[in-house]
């Protein structure tokens, strides 16, 4: 079964500078997505970047970018510049890849991501 | 607003009451999925639909619970005979087009059982 691990259940960092969320996870498929989700309190939860693992090439939008290692099966997100609507839990997600079938997100548990000003 | 809609938002119900929520996906999103999050977890996966087809369906959804697309496009989510434990925010998403695109997800239905 596929597992999603985020192993920093809390984060801060003050507002205009970098923080990296950490996020392993396992598989035994060699074809499928990695996903960070950012959910602000008491709102819905929306897509932040999407990495595809036949992608070597690191996903980026704009403020944020991954750093995925296959190998190592590790996809950590990276934000620059912090503002203060970046305060959310962010999620990890997994799903394997192909259609029709295994649409489920696997999830970690989350980090919650407070900006000082 | 063309985003996913929950309704009802929030449900207070007692020990063993039926509990019906519906989820309204983004127009002409084929897929519909619903997840549950409780305290401090990340959402897991309850089932899925594509049109009116319920294709996956999660070994969470005990005989309890029953989920329905009869019409491809909305969907309710029923639980019978309500736990403690079935406390949580239920949240549905929905996608369209080909696998791995986006799942948008709705503002959720938080249930909590006395």
């Known amino acids: 079964a596929q597992t999603v691990t985020q192993s920093q259940p809390e984060m801060s960092v003050q507002e205009a500078e970098t923080v990296t969320l950490s996020c392993t996870y396992d598989t035994s498929e060699s074809d499928y997505y990695l996903f960070w989700y950012k959910q602000p309190p008491s709102r819905q939860m929306i897509l932040v970047i999407r990495?595809?693992?036949?992608?070597?090439q690191n996903a980026t939008e704009n403020r944020f970018s991954v750093n995925f290692q296959k190998a190592a099966k590790s996809f950590s997100l990276k934000i620059s510049d912090s503002q203060l609507g970046d305060a959310a839990m962010y999620f990890c997600?997994?799903?394997?890849?192909?259609?029709?079938?295994?649409?489920?997100?696997?999830f970690g548990t989350g980090t919650r991501l407070t900006i000082i000003p | 607003d063309t985003g996913v809609s929950q309704d009802p938002r929030h449900k207070i119900t007692k020990r063993g009451q039926n509990v019906t929520f519906r989820c309204d996906p983004i127009s002409e999103h084929n897929r519909l999925y619903w997840y549950r999050q409780t305290l401090g977890q990340g959402p897991e996966f309850l089932t899925y639909?594509?049109?009116?087809?319920?294709?996956?369906k999660s070994r969470l959804l005990s005989d309890r619970f029953s989920a329905e697309r009869p019409k491809g496009s909305f969907s309710t989510l029923e639980i019978q005979r309500t736990e403690q434990g079935d406390s949580a925010m239920y949240l549905c998403?929905?996608?369209?087009?080909?696998?791995?695109?986006?799942?948008?997800f709705g503002p959720g239905t938080r249930l909590t059982v006395l």
């Open positions: 997600a997994y799903r394997i890849s192909g259609n029709f079938g295994n649409e489920k997100l696997t």
């Open positions: 990495q595809e693992a036949y992608k070597q």
């Open positions: 639909f594509q049109n009116e087809a319920q294709l996956e």
């Open positions: 998403a929905s996608s369209w087009g080909r696998s791995g695109n986006e799942q948008f």
